[in-house]
């Protein structure tokens, strides 16, 4: 007896537990993805890596292109639509160039329009950190509170220090 009573309540608890997982994965957007192409980007110019950072620009290109406006709600939608052909234009001279340079600028006025939507539309259950290099006079966004600067590289790899917390 005690056995079925111990496997009723485990069935249970997995089964909400499947249930909690399924409904948060749910209320993600189809904006989310873009948050993680953000990253990848990011994450590259952090590196030096202009080739890498023209390639994940390019594929935020077509994600952003590819956004099912249909699946957004009135508020994502209200939110996205103003910054959509901004984030794109920014996104396609970074993957227009294989001149660090040349990303790095663009990459500071698409940072400051991902934290617009950032902020308007949940993307993701994580923190997100919206990071400022006092040097470049520069935001830019993080999934981890550690500093890594995207505009300077390892030249200045820790230079800056979080200015929001999107939670």
């Known amino acids: 007896m005690k056995t079925f009573i111990l496997s009723a309540i485990l069935f249970a608890s997995i089964s909400f537990s499947a249930k909690a997982d399924y409904n948060t ?74 001149e660090i340079g040349h990303q790095r600028d663009h990459f500071k006025s698409f940072s400051d329009n991902f934290y617009k939507l950032a902020k308007a539309v949940k993307l993701s259950d994580k923190p997100v950190y919206q990071d400022y290099c006092p040097m470049k006079k520069a935001y830019w966004l993080s999934s981890e509170s550690a500093i890594k600067n995207p505009y300077y590289g390892s030249q200045m790899l820790t230079c800056g220090k979080i200015n929001d917390t999107i939670k």
């Open 25 to 98: 994965a749910a209320q993600e957007t189809p904006l989310s993805s873009l948050l993680s192409l953000y990253y990848n980007i990011k994450n590259a110019l952090v590196s030096s890596d202009a080739n890498t950072a023209a390639v994940q620009a390019g594929e935020f290109v077509k994600a952003i292109n590819g956004i099912d406006m249909k699946a957004l709600s009135e508020a994502d939608m209200n939110a996205f639509m103003p910054l959509k052909e901004k984030l794109s234009f920014d996104a396609e001279h970074i993957s227009g160039t294989k």
